[in-house]
Nanobody, 117 residues
Framework: QVQLVESGGGLVQTGGSLRLSCAAS????????LGWHRQAPGKKRELVAS????????NYADSVKGRFTISRDDHKNTVYLQMNSLKPEDTAVYYC??????????WGQGTQVTVSS
């Protein structure tokens, strides 16, 4: 099983930026997709952004398009989420998700992002 460790969360003011990182315990080159999801209190977990390993196609939730960017560093086995122009409604626990080469879904432990108004 793949271990995923997120970092980079924290408290930021409206309009600020954060960069989340998710380091995998094995090479991501053979994975299928990597992504970021989030879950706010009382709400369902939702997809924020994803990236395919083969081709690097990206997909974003409408609510974050133009503000968030997902990227990856294959040498570091890490996926990033650059978050700009943050809004209070972006407040949530952010989870890294990996669909590995065996098509198993792996989740990180989550990192809290809080945007103050």
């Amino acid at each position: 099983q793949v271990q995923l460790v997120e970092s980079g969360g924290g408290l930021v003011q409206t309009g600020g930026s954060l960069r989340l990182s998710c380091a995998a315990s094995k090479s991501i080159i053979s994975f299928n997709t990597l992504g970021w999801h989030r879950q706010a209190p009382g709400k369902k977990r939702e997809l924020v952004a994803s990236i395919t390993i083969d081709g690097g196609s990206t997909n974003y939730a409408d609510s974050v398009k133009g503000r968030f960017t997902i990227s990856r560093d294959d040498h570091k086995n890490t996926v990033y989420l650059q978050m700009n122009s943050l809004k209070p409604e972006d407040t949530a626990v952010y989870y890294c998700r990996a669909l590995d080469d065996t098509y198993r879904v792996n989740w990180g432990q989550g990192t809290q992002v809080t945007v103050s108004s």
